[in-house]
């Protein structure tokens, strides 16, 4: 039998103790069990680890999932000693790493919030390659979290920066800034286009940045050069500069012509050795001073940076500045490429005008893709990831580009036949008379791997574009006349590599 009294003080004393203990011992305590971690800045992406310290021998990690911010401290130090045991730490793509570059970024005021916000958690994300590997130039100084954009154009001439007309949007820009005009195209209150001529005063970067790039970073073994509706799949890039040697002067890129010069075509990237900086921007410091008029009297920054490295003897080309190129950086976005069988097994280095949209899912490829194992991404690995999966045998309201051999009422009686495969001539005659008549046409001739039809026009080609077609909702459709697509992807499963 157990009796109490009225001033017994003991009882609720011990009560409260206990009460105090398992609200400090267990309430404070996750479901699972883990202690979780405190937050720290730049945790932004739960599935990107954070940039490793300035002592670190690399912050690119191979393309595989990361832990989750749930995991305590001692299982990630685990997890990164298992990771490294089996080759997941950053890798040396043929002998070059990411600390081995700098890759430089070019935007401009007027386009730089439209795209260049979403390069900054991939093209240049920490994990990707070290911050201090890489730059943004543009034509105005902009501090965005961690990165530090550099106004390129700060040093040019007083007398151009001041009156010529191709400045204007610089001079004016500072001024849309101090309106609350923004120049984001984000549909909300106070959007603006800004001041007019951002690409006219684009071309005036190309050869400063090249000089200040260089200066600034003289270990660099590469200059990768991208611009801001541009895509770089870095570790192939680097897979693919590692075959030459960067004390020599290499010009590498797509291959352009303009004013009698052969250069590298800026929107699609390209890279510069040290040894052709060298060779050039090393033996004057004065370039882009120089250049200045030149830039002003033509139309292309890529093709003035041309101009200034061919007048030191570099030359662009894979094979000591021959001027050719292959395949790999591309100058158009993915839907308007055309693969082929020679093109399909090459490696894939970039793409050009793309979107934001474009850059996210090019980046989760890129990331999950084990180039260990697996080897380069090639153009190949992408039709199969981000292309074939969204095409059909037949589109309606859809252009794939065909335009390898057209025939149309104007010319049934002597169409452009094939000069290579075997078709039916009967059948490739009557290709304008319906999209059914132009499939099968596509179908006779052995190399066809896409048709088009629009009214009495029939286009055929052995080349595969994925191309762009009209919405539902799209205005066009009551505009435009009606074009229907159509794919034979069982041929291109044919193409080997």
């Not at 969204?390 to 000069?419: C, F, H, I």
Request: glycine share 8%; aromatic share 14%; with cysteine.
């Amino acid at each position: 039998m157990i009796v109490t009294y009225r001033n017994n003080r003991f009882m609720p004393a011990v009560l409260i103790a206990c009460c105090l203990w398992g609200i400090y011992y267990l309430v404070d305590v996750p479901v699972d069990g883990t202690v979780l971690p405190a937050w720290k800045p730049g945790n932004y992406h739960s599935d990107v680890q954070p940039a490793a310290s300035a002592d670190s021998t690399s912050t690119w990690s191979s393309p595989i999932p990361t832990p989750t911010p749930q995991e305590n401290t001692a299982s990630n130090q685990d997890e990164e000693s298992t990771s490294a045991d089996k080759g997941a730490k950053p890798q040396s793509h043929g002998g070059l790493l990411p600390e081995d570059v700098l890759l430089v970024m070019k935007t401009g005021s007027t386009s730089m919030w439209k795209r260049l916000l979403v390069h900054l958690t991939t093209s240049l994300a920490p994990e990707r390659i070290p911050l201090e590997n890489s730059v943004i130039y543009s034509d105005g100084a902009m501090t965005i979290g961690s990165f530090q954009i550099i106004d390129v154009l700060a040093n040019t001439t007083a007398a151009i920066k001041e009156s010529h007309p191709d400045f204007d949007v610089y001079r004016q820009q500072p001024f849309y800034d101090q309106h609350n005009a923004y120049v984001e195209a984000a549909g909300v209150e106070g959007d603006n286009y800004g001041p007019p001529g951002g690409w006219i005063v684009d071309k005036y970067k190309f050869v400063p940045l090249m000089q200040h790039a260089g200066i600034n970073h003289p270990k660099a073994k590469w200059y990768i050069y991208m611009e801001d509706d541009t895509y770089l799949f870095l570790p192939n890039i680097l897979a693919y500069l590692s075959k030459y040697d960067h004390t020599q002067a290499h010009y590498l890129g797509s291959f352009a012509g303009k004013s009698d010069i052969i250069f590298a075509h800026g929107g699609a990237g390209f890279a510069v050795s040290r040894g052709a900086w060298e060779k050039s921007f090393g033996q004057n410091a004065n370039l882009a001073k120089e250049y200045e008029q030149y830039t002003a009297d033509h139309c292309c920054g890529d093709q003035v940076l041309g101009h200034a490295l061919n007048k030191y003897g570099v030359k662009f080309g894979e094979n000591n500045g021959d001027e050719k190129f292959t395949w790999g950086f591309n100058p158009v976005v993915h839907w308007r490429f055309g693969f082929e069988k020679w093109n399909f097994c090459s490696p894939l280095l970039s793409w050009h005008k793309v979107h934001n949209r474009d850059v996210a899912r090019y980046y989760d490829l890129e990331k999950y893709w084990n180039v260990t194992e697996k080897g380069p991404l090639t153009h190949r690995d992408f039709y199969l990831a981000l292309i074939k999966p969204d095409l059909e045998k037949r589109a309606e309201w859809w252009d794939n580009m065909a335009e390898a051999y057209q025939v149309s009422s104007g010319n049934k009686a002597w169409p452009p036949t094939p000069k290579n495969g075997k078709h039916d001539e009967e059948k490739w005659k009557a290709a304008w008379e319906s999209a059914d008549a132009c499939e099968e046409a596509c179908v006779s001739w052995d190399k066809c791997v896409q048709w088009n039809w629009v009214e009495d026009l029939c286009k055929m080609d052995e080349r595969l574009f994925m191309g762009q077609g009209y919405a539902p909702a799209a205005p066009e459709r009551k505009t435009a006349l009606k074009r229907t697509s159509g794919w034979l992807t069982e041929r291109v499963d044919e193409w080997t590599c």
